[in-house]
Nanobody, 119 residues
Framework: QVQLVESGGGSVQPGGSLRLSCAAS????????MGWYRQAPGERRELVAQ???????NYLDSVKERFTISRDNAKNTVYLQMNSLKPEDTAVYYC?????????????WGQGTQVTVSS
């Protein structure tokens, strides 16, 4: 059974930092492109950051220079370091693992973790 379990969310003041973790089980996350998505109330889910199995990363424009995605394959875990947080970063953050193998798509999601940025 595949599980992606997020942790590290919470409430923080503007300008603060949080580090989200996504622990994978049932898959070798090193074989997957891993991403962090977020969804605010009434909004569509959007890709915040992604790191490929080849360690290439890309970011949503509004989080560049503030967020950093990384992976520790030995721990089967992906991280999202979030600095200089803004109220508009408030959302539920979801971890995603995606892979295409022999024409078959594998796509897994975590349950989400709430991030609230407010003074």
């Amino acid at each position: 059974q595949v599980q992606l379990v997020e942790s590290g969310g919470g409430s923080v003041q503007p300008g603060g930092s949080l580090r989200l973790s996504c622990a994978a089980s049932g898959i070798s996350s090193r074989l997957y492109d891993m991403g962090w998505y977020r969804q605010a109330p009434g909004e569509r889910r959007e890709l915040v950051a992604q790191i490929t199995s080849g360690y290439r990363s890309n970011y949503l424009d509004s989080v560049k220079e503030r967020f950093t995605i990384s992976r520790d394959n030995a721990k089967n875990t992906v991280y999202l370091q979030m600095n200089s947080l803004k109220p508009e970063d408030t959302a539920v953050y979801y971890c995603n693992g995606h892979r295409i193998l022999a024409g078959k798509e594998f796509d897994y999601w975590g349950q989400g973790t709430q991030v609230t940025v407010s003074s």
